[in-house]
């Protein structure tokens, strides 16, 4: 025992002599000096005891006095190095033992040291600085301006059709504007100029239309967003009913197919407003009546004005715009409203294609379920509200008409059809194939077609999405409630199958609309012909009444 503490006395003393360098432990491990901390204290004090330590303490004093900056690193190695040459061998001369071979690469100790603090003076430098990667500027509060390549371009033209700068165009030389360097349809010109000529003085000059469309950055917004700037009011962020009137008062006004109409200004007004409301009636989804951005560029009606621009024939232009659609939407409108107050009731709207409907339908729609009513007067729908129905009814296919039926069946809005509200419309329809002495079809057996028919993701309801995934989906609210369709589905004709396959552009309502608008002319011909007429008209020049 005691020659272990006469060893461990003589490690201490022997302390006295270590390297200066290797008291500051680099290679010790924190476990080794946890266990061991009065070795370390002891250490600490013999190091404090050299006089190169109080040589140093006292240069970092002289330092801080005289307010220049201190470095303990570059002192302390100033240090290291005197001390490692002052200190005596802790050897006898000839007895020690070789030291290991140091390299720069070989020795993992000296590895450390070069990247030590010591070594680099300060910790900081350990951290290399990230590359800084300069990202591209990708939004513009006002838009994108254009590239010097297109902006010279589009001067070269306007410096072409402006031909006198301070005279400027008037709103019928604006048209070759509105097409050639804004590439838009021609429609759009009376909106655009006006909204360029503010101040309303008939001219729009060189400078107001570059200010406008090339400092305005119009030049590289899309056609969408172009159209949707031109029509918007100042300080809104949508699209209203109203302001799409400029661009069909243009159409009116110039297409060669609507040029029969200019002698009857009534049937403008009605063909305007019926086109408005099949565009709101399709694009606005949210059935608000406020047309966002995102619903213009989602919708169609860029394409169908592009159309309507190349097209003669305005009856080709099937999406929104074909007269023979608004002849058709208008005559059964006029059909039903007997008294011609420019409202439907209940009963006359349960006249609607010879009685298809049932009570419990029509009284849904009175409700206002699908849609809310725009007129003002109880209990009866007006114009518009009808133009919103005859599209769902005739086209079931179309998701604007396949929410329109979801929410009349969907009897306590929880988002789903359930087996008992679905019965609740079918069994009216049973009472009604009883009374015209047909077989009825039970519900349970409707009920199971109907789940093979949709194939919902659940067993015991439907969704909106699951009918939006069939397209099969319209011929489930027909048997619900339309006996007429219904009937027509079991016992459907080959040859209109055939007929449909053969044309799949063409929707249920661009079918229906075309043998209706037929119908209608027919019936036309054979008045005028008991009236005495010796003249048959022709259909694409046939004013409505």
Known sequence: MSLFIKMEVDALEDAACLDPELLQLPEVSPFALKTSPQLVED????????????????SLIDDAKAGSSVNAFVNLSNVNVVGSNSLPSMFPSGNAPPLSPRSSSGSPRMSKQKSSPSALGSPLKLVSEPMQ???????????????????????????????????????????????????????????????????????????????????????????????????????????????????????????????????????QDRYAETVIYRIFYHINRSGNGRLTLRELKRGNLIVALQHADEEE??????????????????????????????????????????HAL?????????????????????????????????????????????????????????????????????????HRMKCMAQEPVLFEDI??????????????????????????????????????????FETRDPFVIRQEREDPTLTEWDRFAHREYIRLSMEEDVEDASNGSAEVWDESLEAPF
């Open 43 to 58: 250490l600490f004090s013999q190091w404090l005891s050299l006089p190169e330590t109080g040589h140093l303490v006292k």
């Open 133 to 267: 990667e300069v990202i591209p500027q990708f939004y513009f509060q006002n838009g994108r301006p254009p590239t010097k390549e297109l902006k010279e371009q589009c001067l070269s033209k306007i410096n072409h059709l402006f031909n006198n700068p301070l005279n400027g165009l008037q709103i019928d030389e604006f048209k070759t504007v509105t097409k050639e360097v804004c590439k838009l349809p021609s429609f759009l010109s009376s909106a655009l100029f006006r909204k360029i000529d503010v101040d309303c003085t008939g001219i729009v000059t060189r400078d107001a239309f570059i200010k406008y469309w090339v400092d305005g950055h119009m030049l590289t917004m899309d056609i969408a967003t172009q159209t949707f700037e031109i029509l918007r009011q100042p300080g809104r962020k949508h699209l209203i009913q109203v302001d799409f009137r400029p661009v069909l008062r243009e159409l009116l006004a110039t297409h060669p197919g609507l040029e029969f109409l200019r002698s009857t200004p009534e049937f």
């Open 313 to 354: 024939d305005i009856n080709k232009v099937l999406r929104y715009f074909s007269y023979e659609h608004f002849y058709v939407i208008y005559c059964k409108f006029w059909e039903l409203d007997t008294d011609h107050d420019f409202f439907i009731d209940r009963e006359n709207l349960i006249r609607f294609g010879n």
């Open 358 to 430: 049932t009570y419990r339908i029509v009284d849904r729609i009175f409700s206002q379920a699908p849609h809310q009513f725009t007129s003002e007067v109880e209990g009866k729908m007006g114009y518009e509200d009808f133009v919103y129905f005859m599209l769902s009814e005739e086209d079931k296919s179309s998701e604007p008409s396949l929410e329109y039926w979801f929410k009349c069946i969907d009897l306590d809005g929880n988002g789903v059809l359930t087996p008992n509200e679905m019965q609740f419309f079918y069994e009216e329809q049973l």
């Open 447 to 488: 009920l199971c077609q109907i789940f093979d028919m949709i194939a919902p993701e659940r067993e015991d309801f439907i969704t909106l999405q699951d009918l939006k995934g069939c397209k099969l989906s319209g011929n489930v609210f027909n048997i619900l409630f339309n006996l007429n369709k219904f009937m027509a």
